[in-house]
């Protein structure tokens, strides 16, 4: 799973393999630090634990080091296990989906500022407890049974994080989000307005991307970006964590470049309005 300790526990794991293989070649990390041209600061980081080299960054070492080709196979596979990680959906459901939403809150607590972008459905953070039971509830051949009720209990319990005013939060969604029709239209309504509401916040950034912005790229993917050290990102099938800064910092961009099309406060409330007058005049 996707826990905090769970990170921490792999850069540990990794930087324990690093010290043993430079004390092994009898160098300081000063002199690592200038043989594999990074900074005496970021070698110390990574010796201590506190930031996770990417693959890029564990290869530079090793040849440092001048660590033969044989004996790089282990670590380079520790370092690409510890910057990608996946956790498929059946297992999530099968251990509790409702266990998701307590890793999504610990996330949360464990960052600064956390980014979502949302091509196709709201966040779980920005969700009314009846359109979150709507979208939780399994409709399609091959979903594994949950419990619904527990894992909107859940989800109403992570959106706690969003009372802290200390943290960022940051939500880009498209028109298509907004309007896709995933519940009946009065619980659409209320899940229009409860966003509107939302975006009131202080530490919250909610912005629309409408059908008329100009884009050359297509939103793919439903991600989230915890700081600038994990990114998440949702499939069908279940749930990629990068942790290699390259693939982050992609996401950012990514992020930025839809951010500055999008319309935010008082022209993104007024689109989720004109939304909800439109579900409000339809069937429900």
Not at 52 to 58: F, I, M, N, T
Request: glycine share 2%; net charge positive.
């Amino acid at each position: 799973m996707l826990e905090p300790e769970n990170e921490k526990r792999d850069r540990r794991d990794l930087a324990d393999s690093l010290k043993q293989l430079r004390k092994a070649a009898g160098l300081s990390g000063e002199r690592l630090a200038a043989r594999a041209a990074m900074s005496q600061s970021k070698i110390s980081r990574i010796k201590s634990g506190r930031v996770l080299p990417s693959v890029a960054d564990v290869e530079r070492i090793m040849r440092a080091l001048d660590v033969p080709a044989d004996a790089q196979f282990d670590i380079l596979t520790a370092a690409r296990s510890a910057n990608v990680d996946y956790v498929s959906a059946r297992s999530a459901a099968r251990l509790g989906i409702w266990r998701r939403q307590a890793e999504i809150k610990a996330l949360c607590e464990a960052s600064k500022t956390v980014r979502h972008f949302l091509p196709v459905i709201p966040s779980g953070l920005i969700q009314a407890a009846e359109y979150a039971r709507s979208v939780l509830t399994p409709v399609i051949e091959g979903d594994t049974a949950r419990d619904v009720d527990r894992a909107v209990k859940a989800r109403m319990e992570a959106q706690e994080v969003l009372d802290d005013a200390s943290r960022t939060f940051r939500f880009l969604l498209t028109e298509q989000a907004v309007r896709l029709k995933q519940a009946p239209a009065s619980v659409m309504v209320t899940q229009l307005r409860h966003m509107a509401a939302v975006s009131e916040r202080p530490n919250v950034d909610l912005a629309i991307l409408p059908h008329t912005a100009s884009i050359t790229s297509p939103p793919l993917n439903i991600f989230v970006i915890y700081d600038e050290r994990l990114a998440t990102v949702e499939m069908f099938s279940g749930t990629v964590a990068l942790r290699d800064y390259r693939d982050i910092s992609y996401h950012l961009n990514v992020f930025d470049y839809f951010r500055e099309r999008a319309v935010s406060e008082n022209d993104a409330r007024r689109l989720l309005s004109s939304v909800a007058d439109e579900f409000m005049r339809g069937p429900d």
